[in-house]
């Protein structure tokens, strides 16, 4: 089990802060306490002991893997540029209209780099799928805020998971239900601003 001793080894992972996070978590593997990921040290020793060499990864590595890599790695640009233009947008663009603007360290979570049984390939992927699937998340709670403010219809079909704002939507083809709830159903945020 987890050291529990506060004057023990300090927290392999520290988690970003999130408002609702204040009880203690445990599983097999290690301890959350609040947002901070501790691990025993026998488990410490047991990652250590199954960490791959990089020269062993690479040198299993399947040759369309690392041929497809670049195009993989070279999606880092776009996704930069479309976390910086997502962020100034809520920034400035919220506020105006109300709307609880998204904590984006709620969808960036790099908790994986530091598992020790992962060489520094490993970390490196991991790394940046987190920072890949985590942004795409959080650009999709922002796109789910704005759609509440400015068409809060249904889709006429269902699709694959919608996004967290989509049940506070209005029903598709119900012309009277829209213009008699569509200022309440845009002002709807009373669950978000209860969490902050």
């Given at each position: 089990?987890?050291?529990?001793?506060?004057?023990?080894?300090?927290?392999?992972?520290?988690i970003?802060?999130?408002?609702?996070?204040?009880?203690e978590?445990t599983?097999?593997?290690?301890?959350?306490?609040?947002?901070?990921?501790?691990?025993?040290?026998?488990?410490?020793?047991?990652?250590?002991?199954?960490?791959?060499?990089?020269?062993?990864?690479?040198?299993?590595?399947?040759?369309?893997?690392?041929?497809t890599?670049?195009?993989?790695y070279g999606?880092?640009?776009?996704?930069?540029?479309?976390?910086?233009?997502?962020?100034?947008?809520?920034?400035?663009?919220?506020p105006?209209?109300?709307?609880?603007?998204?904590?984006?360290?709620?969808?960036?979570v790099?908790?994986?780099?530091k598992?020790?049984?992962?060489?520094?390939?490993?970390?490196l992927?991991?790394?940046?799928c987190?920072?890949a699937?985590?942004?795409?998340?959080?650009?999709?709670?922002?796109a789910?805020?704005?759609?509440?403010?400015?068409?809060?219809?249904?889709?006429?079909?269902?699709?694959p998971?919608?996004?967290?704002?989509?049940?506070?939507?209005?029903?598709?083809?119900?012309?009277?239900?829209?213009?008699?709830?569509?200022?309440e159903?845009?002002?709807d945020?009373?669950?978000?601003?209860?969490?902050?």
């Open positions: 089990m987890a050291n529990r001793n506060p004057s023990g080894p300090d927290p392999l992972v520290h970003s802060p999130a408002n609702d996070s204040t009880a978590e599983s097999p593997f290690y301890e959350l306490r609040g947002r901070v990921v501790w691990f025993s040290e026998e488990m410490r020793r047991e990652h250590r002991r199954l960490q791959s060499s990089l020269w062993h990864y690479i040198r299993h590595s399947r040759f369309f893997v690392a041929l890599s670049p195009l993989i999606c880092v640009v776009p996704f930069i540029l479309l976390d910086i233009f997502v962020t100034l947008y809520q920034a400035f663009s919220f105006i209209y109300g709307i609880p603007k998204v904590v984006r360290s709620d969808y960036l790099f908790d994986r780099g598992l020790c049984y992962l060489n520094f390939l490993e970390r992927n991991c790394q940046y987190a920072y699937n985590g942004l795409l998340a959080y650009v999709v709670e922002v789910g805020r704005t759609e509440q403010h400015w068409c809060p219809i249904k889709h006429a079909r269902r699709y998971s919608p996004h967290s704002r989509y049940s506070h939507f209005l029903p598709y083809g119900n012309a009277a239900v829209y213009r008699e709830r569509i200022e159903v845009r002002q945020f009373k669950d978000i601003r209860k969490k902050a």
